[in-house]
Nanobody, 112 residues
């Protein structure tokens, strides 16, 4: 089993920055792809960014050049650095491992 715990969400003004963290514990060596998804009120949960065990990254177009996903294998932690935040980035952000393991989410609210 794998446990994922997100942190770092909060309230920020448009144009500001936040860094989300996802701490993994358990049988993490089985995980290939770590990712961040988000779900805005009344909308489906969508991919934001992902990173493979080899470091290859993927981003949804709306966050390219603003968000950066990274992982620290020594700390079993994945990060999402979010810059130039917009009100439309407001959502609950979830960490996932291979889309099989999920954290409980952390709320990001961007005010205009």
């Amino acid at each position: 089993q794998v446990q994922l715990v997100e942190s770092g969400g909060g309230l920020v003004q448009a144009g500001g920055s936040l860094r989300l963290s996802c701490a993994a514990s358990g049988n993490i060596f089985s995980i290939n792809v770590m990712g961040w998804y988000r779900q805005a009120p009344g909308k489906q949960r969508d991919l934001v960014a992902s990173i493979t065990s080899g470091g290859r990254t993927n981003y949804v177009d709306s966050v390219k050049n603003r968000f950066t996903i990274s992982r620290n294998n020594a700390k079993n932690t994945v990060y999402l650095q979010m810059n130039s935040l917009k009100p439309e980035d407001t959502a609950v952000y979830y960490c996932t491992g291979d889309m099989h393991y999920w954290g409980k989410g952390t709320l990001v609210t961007v005010s205009s």
